[in-house]
């Protein structure tokens, strides 16, 4: 984390923050809570549009979950080409690509202005003496994280471009819903479409083209910056 960045306040209960649901998982209750997260998590920011959180190859030596704005993750392939491996919304975590070498094997990049809140693995260690269960917690979201990629990996290389954005905003769009509610059904892209495209392995133009297509055939209402899903995307025609 870049030393220029100064801290947020440190009274906030977040009720969306994953390290605070491991906390409520494991019976502690608010005053117990807050007293975990003020001795061993921290608030940092905000890190402005563009503005790195790490680098590839920097040492890994805590985990972070978004606490308000988005973080995208991004790579370079063998081949050259840049390639955006994840986006994260408030409340997720982000930074376990470090895990197993202690080094990220990405850079975290803050699409706009964003606050983190950062555990470091020896704050987690002393956590984990106290409440033992907390280490099942983050097996426990560790292997959706990693279930969410494999199903994002089937996805990129096994549909057509039509599905893959429509799942791709149809994801973003049950993301939100948890932690907004149920009743909605319209999603700001604080990505670009050139984010997109490097996600989902196409082109700026061809994604522009493609929500065109799905805002005319009725699956979508494309807006500007923001998205209202009408349609599931497992109605998709294939032919989009």
């Not at 063998?78 to 094997?105: K, P, V």
Request: charged share 25%; aromatic share 8%; proline share 2%.
């Amino acid at each position: 984390m870049s030393p220029k960045l100064r801290l947020v306040k440190h009274h906030h209960r977040c009720a969306h923050c994953l390290f605070r649901r491991f906390f409520v998982n494991v019976g502690l209750n608010c005053d117990e809570i807050d007293r975990a997260g003020q001795t061993t998590t921290t608030n940092i920011g905000p890190f402005h549009p563009g503005e790195y959180l790490y680098r590839t190859g920097e040492p890994c030596k805590a985990l972070y979950v978004v606490h308000a704005g988005t973080v995208k993750t991004e790579t370079v392939t063998f081949d050259g080409d840049l390639h955006i491996s994840g986006f994260y919304l408030t409340g997720e975590l982000f930074g376990a690509d470090g895990i197993h070498q202690r080094r990220f094997a990405t850079d975290a990049i803050a699409i706009e202005k964003t606050w983190v809140c950062e555990l470091t693995f020896d704050n987690w260690s002393i956590l984990a003496k106290d409440y033992p269960d907390l280490q099942t917690q983050l097996i426990s979201e560790l292997g959706r994280v990693i279930a969410h990629k494999e199903y994002e990996t089937l996805s990129t290389h096994h549909h057509l471009l039509g599905q893959r954005l429509m799942s791709f905003l149809t994801d973003l769009l049950h993301r939100v819903r948890e932690r907004q509610g149920s009743q909605i059904n319209e999603i700001e892209l604080t990505m670009t479409k050139t984010d997109i495209a490097r996600y989902l392995g196409a082109t700026p133009e061809s994604i522009s083209r493609m929500l065109g297509k799905l805002n005319k055939a009725g699956y979508i209402v494309n807006s500007k910056r923001k998205i209202r899903i009408l349609k599931d995307c497992s109605s998709l025609d294939i032919a989009i």
